[in-house]
């Protein structure tokens, strides 16, 4: 089965800094990834999915993310952060299968002014 | 355009009432599911449907229950209550299952 690592539980970045937020899938087919976020008593928004072809994904929001099979990575990035973008942040894998989607535990990101 | 409709949005149980999570989807989506949502865990499965007629168990089916009679409605219910089963609860609609899951506003469910 899929597994989906963020290993960044909170991040903090100053509004208009960049951001980068990791996740590492593993799973031996192609993975079929996803971001969303969540605001504060809401349910999941999707920023973007990356199933194959360009690498490089752009999304809602000003989001984009980069697959790298070598490293088993597909970290979100912004180039300047506002402070609306301060929510949580999920990592989802498909594994190519119908029962749904395995998600990391999450990266939670804090705006500071 | 509804998308994903979830009632109620907060109940409270006393440990050993049982009660139904309503989910309902208007964009004809023949896959459907359910999550919890705990603090600092992610979203893990407890059901899925691929199909009205057809269910299966997720990561964390016990103490709940699942039924599809309709494409529209996917209902878990919850028996004998425990503390454990507080949690935020997603219903979600795909049209394909590997794409992209939509998701209702969720449902929070303390049990005391």
């Known amino acids: 089965a899929q597994s989906v690592t963020q290993p960044d539980i909170h991040i903090t970045v100053s509004e208009g800094a960049s951001l980068e937020l990791r996740c590492n899938y593993s799973?031996?087919?192609?993975?079929?990834l996803f971001w969303y976020v969540q605001s504060p008593g809401q349910g999941l928004q999707l920023l973007l999915k990356y199933f194959s072809g360009d690498t490089l994904v752009q999304g809602i929001k000003g989001f984009e993310a980069e697959f790298k099979r070598s490293q088993s990575s597909f970290n979100l990035r912004k180039p300047s952060v506002h402070w609306s973008d301060a929510a949580e942040y999920f990592c989802?894998?498909?594994?190519?299968?119908?029962?749904?989607?395995?998600f990391g535990k999450g990266t939670h990101l804090i705006i500071q002014p | 355009n509804a998308g994903v409709t979830q009632t109620p949005k907060f109940r409270i149980l006393k440990i050993g009432q049982s009660m139904t999570l309503q989910c309902t989807q208007d964009?004809?989506?023949?896959?459907m599911y359910w999550y919890r949502q705990d603090p600092g865990m992610g979203l893990k499965l407890i059901y899925y449907s691929v199909g009205a007629g057809i269910t299966d168990k997720g990561e964390v089916p016990n103490g709940y229950n699942v039924s599809r009679s309709t494409t529209e409605d996917f209902p878990l219910r919850l028996e004998l209550a425990a503390p454990s089963q507080t949690s935020v609860y997603f219903c979600?609609?795909?049209?394909?299952?590997?794409?992209?899951?939509?998701f209702g506003e969720g449902s929070r469910l303390t049990v005391l």
């Open positions: 989802a894998d498909s594994g190519g299968g119908a029962d749904g989607l395995t």
């Open positions: 799973y031996g087919a192609t993975p079929y």
């Open positions: 964009m004809n989506h023949n896959y």
């Open positions: 979600a609609s795909s049209y394909s299952g590997t794409g992209e899951l939509f």
